[in-house]
């Protein structure tokens, strides 16, 4: 299958460093995947040291994007899968933000799952980060369930993104083309573009499915849309998948750790509120799994 790993990153080639130091653990299950970074521009961004980290760095490179202006986040994330769906022709992305730190094992453990999901028609997103709520130990290494957790890193096949991709597009083209990321009408997207699609009956994906129908798991902005549900380029593909019938699931055990306390829309106050300062353990040597069953709670 023709895969590429991209990261998107902007002004902390600290955390760029620290990223590339993690994927060089994970360099033999890097042969084969082509690894792309798009780095966004504009005043604030420091492309030439990230460029320099990326250059220097043991981990291969395919290509570096360098963003003529800031793009902001939602514009680099739709480009970059635009461009490597769209334009290339992959038939499987893996995705990975500048802030999110590879462990041992992130690589295989991320194949091993989509492999193991596509099994299911209702899967479309998969990722191995996680917020756990409960320790975990080795007995958890293959246990997975639907999510709503941050989109820090995740991997799809073009499948799915031949789906969602409409809503994204259209997204993009209505609210984030010739305005700043910061200055998006947050409430026409809410109110015109969101509520629509989220009041609609959502469709059903044929058989087999990973969640049965008595399987308990919410929309994921709830009942109805909220004055506080986010309006960013995340929300809007997990809505796309919402009304296309997909669910995300992620590994209970995490392999990788966020790191971002410091960003464009995080402190570390927010950090502290999100939960992100009590992650779980994330490095995990133990022989990755090949299938795997969904949490039981």
Sequence with gaps: MKTALFTVSFNRPHLMQQLLDGLKENLDD????????????GEKSDQPAIQKIIQTSE??????????????????????????????GYERVILIEDDLIPGPNFIKTTLSLANWAKSYNDVGMVQVWNLPRREITETDLDIVEPTHEH????????????????????????Y?????????????????????????????????????????????FGNRLKRTVPTGQDAITALALWEKGFVRIATLAPRAAMKGIDGVHSTAEVFDKLGLNKQAQYVWHQEVPLTFRLLNE
């Excluded at 991997?155 to 809503?167: L, Q, S």
């Design 30 to 41: 890097l042969d084969g995947i082509d690894v792309y970074h798009y780095i966004d521009g």
């Design 59 to 88: 981990v291969p490179c395919t290509s570096v994007v360098l963003r003529e202006e800031n793009y902001g986040v939602g514009r680099n994330l739709i480009g970059a899968r635009r461009d490597l769906f769209d334009v290339h």
């Design 151 to 174: 989109f820090y890193s995740y991997c799809i096949d073009v499948e799915v993104w031949n789906e969602i991709k409409d809503t994204i597009y259209a997204y993009e083209s209505q």
């Design 176 to 220: 984030l083309q010739g305005v700043s990321y910061a200055n998006k009408d947050w409430r026409a997207i809410r109110k015109k573009f969101m509520k629509p699609r989220y009041s609609k009956n959502r469709l059903m994906r044929d058989s087999p499915s990973l969640l049965e129908a008595d399987y308990k798991h919410p929309a994921p």
